[in-house]
């Protein structure tokens, strides 16, 4: 994502985010200390705030003059930290954006339990709002995830994993949560149901070309700008779209060496350049960005029933920039 357009986005969006972020600080609070001070290092650590600005941009697009965005765009913040919390103990992280992740300095135990505590602030915040169809919305995008998550599980090391069930995995784990915190914005602006699932489709192929976009910089990005380590996909032996496209095109040695690797998890410190030099031979990761390219098309067009505006123009700049991002 280049600074440029999710700054523009953020700026349209200034005192909606600060009063935002105010949310998310007081509802992290609590009298177990060791419940703030591991919000802290996730609010130390930054990130996009990506999926809080959707809830707030769609409102803002539809019209919407209250306050529920606020509390809203806090709840899909907390259902992604949480989901970001127990990620990184499954797949043993050390890094997360560029910082310890949370699991490398509290430990395991803590990383869950403060999860299951910010999901918990979440289902507050949905019935505070009072709405049945946002608590639709975002209960099913919270199932939806974790069964994402579990199905990336039993995929892991199968090399006969398909392209359609890896888009299965990223439309649970990663494209869900963008589509509920877009739909919402239009919901609680009472939008036609016509507009409300234009708003989904469009969060749902942002996600997707935004978890695209992850796995391609998994075998191409600078770790010092990932802010994470680079082939952890890799070493997990996840079958992500890079890894499809090698494998497809694989033969012999080829072949045998994503055998060994993946499905089999033998892995030596040379592996992985071994890898990147495959995925580089196969063109894999302009593939993987011209596949996210063409979702973003499709979310581009599930705007254009919006009348024009500055609204619309910054949602779009920021998804056509999504394939540019190096981080």
């Known amino acids: 994502m280049t600074n440029d357009a999710l700054g523009r986005l953020t700026a349209l969006l200034a005192p909606d985010m ?43 697009l539809c019209g919407y003059q209250g306050e529920r965005h606020i509390q809203l765009a806090a709840c ?16 043993e992280s050390t890094l997360r954006r560029g910082y310890a992740s949370a699991n490398a300095v509290f430990g395991n135990k803590a990383s869950v339990l403060v999860g299951d505590f910010l999901f918990a602030r979440a289902f507050q915040l949905m019935v505070e709002d009072g709405s049945l169809d946002v608590l639709r919305i975002l209960c099913a995008a919270s199932a939806t995830i974790a069964e ?15 392209e359609d069930k890896y888009f299965e995995v ?6 869900a949560l963008f589509a509920a915190a877009c739909e919402v914005g239009g919901v609680i602006a009472g939008r036609s149901a016509e507009d409300c699932a234009a708003l989904y489709q469009f969060g749902m192929d942002l996600g997707m070309a935004f978890q695209l976009v992850d796995d391609a910089l998994d ?20 079958l992500t779209y890079p890894v499809l496209v090698a494998i497809a095109a694989a033969q012999g040695e080829e072949q045998e060496f994503w ?36 979702f973003i098309d499709s979310a581009c067009a599930a705007l254009q029933g919006f009348p024009e505006s500055e609204m619309r123009t910054a949602l779009i700049d920021v998804a056509r920039y999504t394939t540019a991002r190096r981080f």
């Open 18 to 60: 600060q009063a935002t972020n105010q949310a998310i600080l007081a509802r992290m609070d609590s009298p177990v200390s060791l419940i703030p001070q591991l919000a802290a290092h996730l609010v130390a650590a930054g990130g996009k705030r990506l999926r809080p600005l959707l809830t707030l941009a769609t409102a803002k």
């Open 76 to 91: 899909v913040e907390f259902i992604h930290t949480a989901t970001l919390l127990h990620d990184d103990v499954v797949d």
């Open 148 to 162: 994402g998550e579990v199905l990336q599980l039993t995929t892991q090391n199968d090399l006969s994993t398909t």
């Open 170 to 175: 990223i439309r649970g784990k990663t494209a």
């Open 219 to 238: 075998y191409s990005a600078v770790q010092a700008e990932l802010g994470k380590t680079v082939g952890d996909d890799f070493r997990e032996g996840k």
């Open 259 to 294: 055998t060994r690797t993946i499905e089999q998890g033998e892995q030596t410190e040379a592996d992985l350049p071994a890898a990147l030099e495959l995925i580089k031979k196969h063109d894999a990761t302009a593939r993987t960005i011209a596949r996210a390219e063409q």
